[in-house]
């Protein structure tokens, strides 16, 4: 999934741009070998259409029903409900493995991000000092069977 590579295994392309820096794809698949060398299938492409908008999943391997997740859009395909309903079937997909507790974390500036954590139910905790980003705003979502305490989420086509 590096820049530049016009289509992927599948027939599905890239967008302008790529999907994201080479280094985060870097540090993306080191934390997809790692999950997934534990057995988790907790890492996602989200596709719209024929193309790979962005890149989701969770950071580590589930512990005590916990982890910690992420997600990034490709900024040609960004302010499209793609993070949105990416994270929604993330929740889901939690669910369905009996998580009970998600969390995140973004930057204060993000607005977009929090936005989205926010539409999806998580709950701002506080804030902290991260060595790299700076102070970043923590963030949870305790899950229900159910996946929202009372009602179903929606599932989206947007995990392939």
Same mark, same amino acid.
């Given at each position: 999934?590096? $820049? ?5 295994? #599948? ?5 302008? *741009?790529? =999907? /994201?820096?080479? #280094? ?22 989200? =596709?719209?259409? +024929? ?26 395909? $960004?302010? $499209? *409900?793609?993070?949105? $309903? ?11 493995? *009996? ?21 999806? !139910?998580? =709950? ?8 790299? +980003? ?9 899950? @229900?069977? /159910?996946?929202? !305490? !009372?009602?179903?989420? @929606? @599932?989206?086509?947007?995990? +392939?």
């Amino acid at each position: 999934m590096l $820049r530049g590579e016009p289509v992927l295994r #599948g027939g599905l392309t890239l967008p302008p *741009g790529g =999907v /994201d820096e080479p #280094g985060v794809l870097t540090h993306v698949r080191e934390i997809t070998q790692r999950v997934h060398a534990e057995g988790c299938t907790g890492a996602w492409m989200i =596709v719209a259409g +024929d193309e790979v908008v962005g890149l989701c999943g969770y950071h580590d391997t589930p512990r005590n029903g916990e982890t910690e997740i992420g997600y990034s859009i490709a900024a040609s395909r $960004r302010r $499209r *409900g793609h993070a949105t $309903r990416a994270l929604q079937a993330m929740v889901a997909e939690a669910v369905g493995e *009996g998580l009970v507790l998600l969390t995140a974390e973004t930057s204060i500036a993000n607005h977009a991000s929090n936005r989205v954590l926010e539409k999806n !139910g998580f =709950v701002r905790t506080g804030t902290r000092v991260d060595a790299n +980003d700076g102070e970043v705003l923590t963030w949870h979502k305790a899950l @229900t069977p /159910d996946g929202r !305490g !009372g009602t179903k989420p @929606t @599932t989206s086509h947007v995990l +392939d």
